[in-house]
C-alpha cells in the first residue's frame, strides 16, 4: 500500500476554484492508477476522476469540464484543479491509489486499498 495524504480543502462560493493535492509516500507512485472521490454528508462516496498509470484519465459526468485531474511524478502527487464549483460539489474530497484497475474499476471506490484521509470542500451558494 501507498500512505496518501490530501491538502487544499476549504470554503469557497458558488463559482470559484480550488486546487487539491494529494501527496503519495513512495517512489513508486508513477505505477498506481490515481483516484478522486467524494462523500456528502449522508451519500454514498461516489467517483469524481481518476488518472491511471499509463495516462487515461476518467471524469464523473458531473464535473466534465469543470474539473481536471493532473499528476506531478517529480513530486508524487496528484493534483484536482476544480473550477466553477457549485455548492452540490460540497463533500469530502479523497485521494485512492491501486495498481493496474482499468476502466471501469478505476471508476469503483472498492477497487481502491490505499485511502487518504479525506480534505473538506464547501461551496456556499
Known amino acids: 500500500q501507498v500512505q496518501l495524504v490530501e491538502s487544499g480543502g476549504g470554503l469557497v462560493q458558488a463559482e470559484g476554484s480550488l486546487r487539491l493535492s494529494c501527496a503519495a509516500s513512495?517512489?513508486?507512485?508513477?505505477?498506481?492508477?490515481m483516484g478522486w472521490f467524494r462523500q456528502a454528508p449522508g451519500k454514498e462516496r461516489e467517483f469524481v476522476a481518476a488518472l491511471s498509470s499509463t495516462n487515461n484519465i476518467y471524469y464523473a459526468d458531473s464535473v466534465k469540464g469543470r474539473f481536471t485531474i493532473s499528476r506531478d511524478n517529480t513530486k508524487s502527487t496528484i493534483n484536482l484543479q476544480m473550477n466553477s464549483l457549485k455548492p452540490e460539489d460540497t463533500a469530502v474530497y479523497y485521494c485512492?491509489?491501486?495498481?493496474?484497475?482499468?476502466?471501469?474499476?478505476?471508476?469503483?471506490?472498492?477497487?481502491?486499498?490505499?485511502w487518504g484521509q479525506g480534505t473538506q470542500v464547501t461551496v456556499s451558494s
Open positions: 513512495r517512489r513508486t507512485f508513477i505505477s498506481y492508477d
Open positions: 485512492a491509489a491501486e495498481h493496474a484497475l482499468g476502466y471501469p474499476s478505476i471508476a469503483r471506490p472498492k477497487s481502491y486499498n490505499s
